[in-house]
């Protein structure tokens, strides 16, 4: 006996057929920013997962147009498809943290930041392997500051069009970016490092720390707010948010925050510290 389909099945089906061009948009837009070996077709297949998704998640009493929603969850598919091919190796991994230890050791014995090469000489290492380090872990760690920025991945991804001025202001958003991090209170920066560059779940970072998820949650957005302060601060030369309370605990910490992102480095440091994007 012939079955019918269901109304909600044919419409959630609809749905995904009109707004197809969008998965095909979406991964023209990043396939020019990523290197060539990634497939296209699998990041179509990505994107179609994503699309597919946002029809079934999709709810219009939001009053969201269900092509902006479907964007974000495109976009995100494509994201969570490129991370899944760990750009940054187990062993990059590894160096980078042995990277962040020598450089903060340096910080904390000469009060200033390392340049390339006395990182290299704190870690007993060449330049040349320093900077092959430093390359990789750009390479790795590129598309996690989709998470951390508001500026989004077409302002952080190398365009192949790319000027020397948006060269040059992308590897300083990413070197502030980096000082900015390395600035956090010491639980801050364990959760953004583990969260992010090491891929770990809010779950496994809750159990080692002993608190629930839901404040990892909280950590990691406070987190968020200082870090997108300390940039804007850093690169546009504005004045700190206003406080609600200036002269209280909390206004003096993130005041000196700021100030240690901001006299992290000059932007020779920042220059030398993130390498040149691929023209």
């Not at 390479?139 to 989004?152: A, F, I, K, M, Q």
């Not at 948006?166 to 070197?175: H, K, S, T, V, W």
Request: net charge negative.
């Amino acid at each position: 006996m012939q079955t019918t389909r269901p109304a909600a099945t044919a419409h959630l089906d609809e749905m995904i057929r009109t707004n197809m061009p969008l998965v095909g948009y979406e991964v023209s837009s990043m396939a020019s920013r990523i290197p060539r070996h990634v497939p296209r077709e699998d990041l179509m297949s990505a994107g179609l997962l994503g699309l597919t998704q946002a029809a079934q998640a999709y709810d219009a009493s939001t009053g969201v147009p269900f092509d902006r929603f479907a964007r974000r969850r495109i976009k995100g598919a494509l994201l969570d498809e490129l991370r899944s091919r760990d750009w940054a190796s187990r062993s990059v991994r590894r160096g980078a943290r042995r990277m962040q230890a020598a450089q903060a050791a340096f910080v904390a014995r000469e009060g200033r930041t390392a340049t390339l090469e006395e990182t290299a000489q704190e870690m007993g290492v060449g330049a040349e392997e320093a900077q092959r380090l430093v390359d990789d872990v750009h390479r790795g760690t590129v598309l996690n500051y989709e998470s951390l920025t508001e500026d989004g991945i077409d302002d952080i991804l190398p365009s192949h069009e790319i000027t020397p001025e948006a060269d040059i202001l992308g590897r300083e958003r990413q070197a502030i970016l980096l000082d900015a991090i390395a600035a956090l209170p010491e639980r801050q920066q364990e959760v953004i490092t583990a969260y992010f560059f090491e891929e770990r779940s809010m779950a496994d970072i809750a159990a080692e720390m002993g608190v629930t998820e839901s404040r990892i949650s909280q950590i990691r957005a406070e987190a968020f707010e200082l870090i997108r302060a300390a940039m804007t601060i850093t690169l546009d030369d504005t004045p700190a948010p206003a406080e609600h309370y200036p002269n209280g605990r909390a206004a003096r910490r993130r005041a000196d925050y700021y100030d240690a992102v901001a006299t992290a480095s000059t932007i020779t440091m920042r220059l030398d510290r993130v390498p040149a994007m691929a023209a």
